[in-house]
C-alpha cells in the first residue's frame, strides 16, 4: 500500500498538472494558486506542495469558486480533453 492508503500500480500525476487536465483549472499557474491558497487536501491530509503526486483511487478535497468539490480520481489522464472526456477520470463525491 502507498502512503495514501490506496494500492496503485505506481503510476502518479503532479497535482497541478491533473488539475488542468481534469479541467479543474485553466492553466498550470492557476492550478498553483488553488493548491497555495492553502484550502487544498489529498486523502484528507492538506496539500503542501504544488508538485505533490497523485494517483488512481486518492480522493481530491477543494474549492473552485464558491463550491467545494470533493474528487476521487478514477484513472489518470494523459492529456487535457474536452469537459465530458474529463469526466470520465473522476468521480463527484461531495
Known sequence: MSESGHEHDGETIRLDRLL???RFARTRSAACAMIE???FRRNRVHVKRVSEN???GDVLTFMQGETVRIVEVLTLP???ASPA???QHYRDLG
Do not use: E
Open 37 to 39: 491558497g492553502h484550502a
Open 20 to 22: 488542468v487536465y481534469l
Open 54 to 56: 497523485v494517483a488512481v
Open 85 to 87: 472526456a474529463a469526466k
Open 78 to 80: 494523459d492529456r487535457r
